[in-house]
């Protein structure tokens, strides 16, 4: 019997298989930084598009009653409406508060920080969501 009648069997060496292991883990290192970019940005959008839905919500109650939701009737509102217990994609509530001109609605963005500038925010005097402090828009 000949000894090496192993060696013509069809396969892959050690050497070539971590040559391949090493390819991939250069092209994830190069994917991974553009990636997790990417998945920040859809976390945003997400917010920014709740905003608008609980801003929509907002004004339809304030046509029908001619005046904005109190804070226990914002939170109401929202549960009527399919949006109870909404969280931002952080995991913080949103906040809504009312002032003397009208409403703030608020998620602290990824930072969770009160007056940060990556808060992202929607008051009665703004169309879309916004992003930074809400000081000068109530």
Same mark, same amino acid.
Do not use: C
């Given at each position: 019997?000949?000894?090496?009648?192993?060696?013509?069997?069809?396969?892959?060496?050690?050497?070539?298989? /971590?040559?391949? *292991?090493?390819? &991939?883990?250069? #092209? %994830?290192?190069?994917?991974?930084?553009?990636? +997790?970019?990417?998945?920040?940005?859809?976390?945003?959008?997400?917010? /920014?598009?709740? *905003?608008?839905? &609980?801003?929509? #919500? %907002?004004?339809?109650?304030?046509?029908?009653? +001619?005046?904005?939701?109190?804070?226990?009737?914002?939170?109401?509102? /929202?549960?009527?409406?399919?949006?109870?217990?909404?969280?931002?994609?952080?995991?913080?509530?949103?906040?809504?508060?009312?002032?003397?001109?009208?409403?703030?609605?608020?998620?602290?963005?990824?930072?969770?920080?009160?007056?940060?500038?990556?808060?992202?925010?929607?008051?009665?005097?703004?169309?879309?969501?916004?992003?930074?402090?809400?000081?000068?828009?109530?």
């Amino acid at each position: 019997m000949d000894k090496g009648w192993w060696r013509n069997q069809g396969g892959f060496t050690l050497m070539e298989v /971590m040559v391949v *292991l090493l390819i &991939m883990g250069v #092209l %994830v290192a190069i994917a991974m930084p553009g990636f +997790s970019g990417q998945v920040e940005k859809a976390r945003v959008s997400r917010t /920014m598009a709740e *905003l608008k839905s &609980m801003q929509t #919500l %907002v004004e339809l109650y304030n046509l029908e009653h +001619s005046e904005y939701p109190k804070a226990e009737q914002f939170k109401e509102l /929202m549960a009527e409406n399919g949006l109870g217990d909404i969280k931002d994609p952080w995991d913080r509530e949103y906040s809504y508060t009312l002032n003397g001109k009208g409403y703030i609605i608020l998620s602290h963005g990824p930072s969770g920080e009160g007056d940060a500038a990556d808060n992202i925010y929607i008051t009665n005097n703004t169309r879309e969501p916004k992003q930074g402090s809400p000081g000068g828009d109530d």
